[in-house]
């Protein structure tokens, strides 16, 4: 059975940089739902999260592994010109529009009977067919049938009986690297203004080896109880 680890990097412009109106309805929004703050701090969280809201963010890089071939790679929207590389088995590739980052991501998922991801079902899934929506992509594989995906967030969760998992609190807790040391989903905007395409893949392909390694300690010990 073919296997596929992969992870989503997002993007979402500035507060300033959106149109009045989306500035109007988001203060309102986050205004209900954070009572007391003013303006600046609204703002402030805006920025913060906005990344996380597929009507606003995009796709900007898209982490691959394959835990049995040990080969991996990261897709990732770049304006710039610049050469792809390969590094310890792992592909990075450069695309300049996100549709296309997307076509072929769509693309590479059939290839694999079984696709693991941590907290995927939540974020990454809906993410990714929410912006393929946006360009008229049709998905090529029933990432939400839980026959072919594992999320390992949901089965380390144990149907919620565990709270406030993370990536970072579940490698350090299991005793692996922390993806987040140096950077984590914050810094993504900083990588992207100061045209650090190294640092940034570098960041998204830690997320996605350290979620391979969760995936075989549960599949060794947890997988058929």
């Known amino acids: 059975m073919q296997k596929l680890v992969f992870d989503i990097e997002t993007l979402a412009p500035d507060f ?61 929207k770049w304006e710039e010109e610049i050469e792809d590389w390969t590094e310890n088995l792992i592909d990075f590739k450069r695309f300049p ?17 079984e696709i693991i991801t941590f907290n995927g079902n939540r974020f990454d899934i809906p993410f990714l067919l929410y912006r393929s929506l946006k360009y008229k992509i049709r998905p090529t594989y029933a990432l939400l049938d839980r026959d072919y995906h594992i999320d390992l ?14 990536l970072k609190l579940t490698a350090l807790s299991l005793g ?14 900083e990588l992207v203004k100061t045209k650090d ?13 350290v979620t391979a390694q969760i995936y075989e300690l549960w599949s060794n010990y947890l997988r058929y109880l």
Do not use: C, M
């Open 16 to 76: 300033k940089d959106l149109p009045p109106n989306l500035q109007d309805h988001l203060l309102e929004k986050f205004s209900q739902e954070f009572e007391g703050k003013s303006r600046e701090e609204l703002i402030k969280l805006i920025d913060e999260k906005l990344s996380l809201y597929p009507q606003f963010g995009e796709i900007i890089a898209i982490s691959f592994y394959n835990p049995e071939t040990k080969r991996g790679a990261v897709y990732f």
């Open 97 to 113: 529009t996100e549709e296309e980052l997307l076509k072929k991501f769509w693309e590479i998922v059939p290839n694999y009977q």
């Open 176 to 189: 692996f690297e922390d993806p987040k040391e140096i950077y984590d989903g914050r810094n993504v905007k």
């Open 153 to 166: 967030f949901e089965k380390l969760s144990f149907n919620q009986r565990i709270k406030h998992l993370s």
């Open 197 to 209: 395409y190294r640092a940034l893949t570098s960041y998204a392909l830690k997320d996605v080896l």
